[in-house]
């Protein structure tokens, strides 16, 4: 299996209605979720993506809203999908600058991804249509309303993943480390 097949099938598993719960996914992924203790965060931080060994481990700024979290959790798996290298050296960091200038990034692969993982593909289809109001279904699906203004409703993750794995059906989804622990 792909991991864009994967990360599809997972994220229709997690989703009810119009609404992926982005909790159960990253739960399911194996990731570790905790609070980052304030004196170790910048006034800035808001979430941070570490891989030790074989574990991965979000950790969140306190003050987070239930909002920013859901779309971190998406941009951070998004992201460690897509740089493995960086996720297992450095890992990731995400800052207030960064989600208050999200538009500015809204056709980079790291969004693209994201708001695939996190937006069924009928809600990314109404995103255009000038009817369908982002904050109502933002404050619904619990996510920042700049991000799911950035949905795209003719990119998929398969197509994503395929593009930055080059042709992944020879791409084992254990060799990707936000994939490690997964059963399949």
Do not use: W
């Given at each position: ?14 989703t009810e209605g ?37 574990e991965v481990l ?28 960086q996720l297992n ?96």
């Amino acid at each position: 299996m792909t991991p864009g097949i994967f990360i599809t099938k997972l994220a229709i598993s997690c989703t009810e209605g119009d609404i992926v719960d982005l909790n159960k996914l990253v739960n399911e992924l194996g990731i570790q979720q905790i609070e980052i203790p304030p004196h170790l965060l910048t006034m800035t931080d808001k979430a941070r993506m570490l891989c030790r060994k074989d574990e991965v481990l979000i950790g969140f700024n306190p003050n987070c809203t239930e909002s920013e979290r859901n779309t971190l959790r998406a941009i951070m798996v998004a992201h460690g999908l897509l740089y493995p290298d960086q996720l297992n050296s450095k890992g990731v960091s995400i800052d207030t600058f960064y989600l208050q200038e999200i538009r500015r990034v809204r056709t980079s692969k790291d969004i693209l991804l994201a708001t695939n993982i996190s937006m069924p593909e009928r809600i990314r289809m109404k995103v255009r249509d000038l009817k369908f109001d982002c904050n109502i279904y933002a404050k619904k699906a619990q996510l920042l309303p700049t991000f799911v203004s950035c949905a795209a409703s003719d990119s998929s993750v398969n197509f994503i993943l395929d593009k930055c794995f080059g042709d992944s059906g020879g791409v084992d989804i254990k060799m990707i480390p936000l994939l490690k622990n997964v059963r399949v």
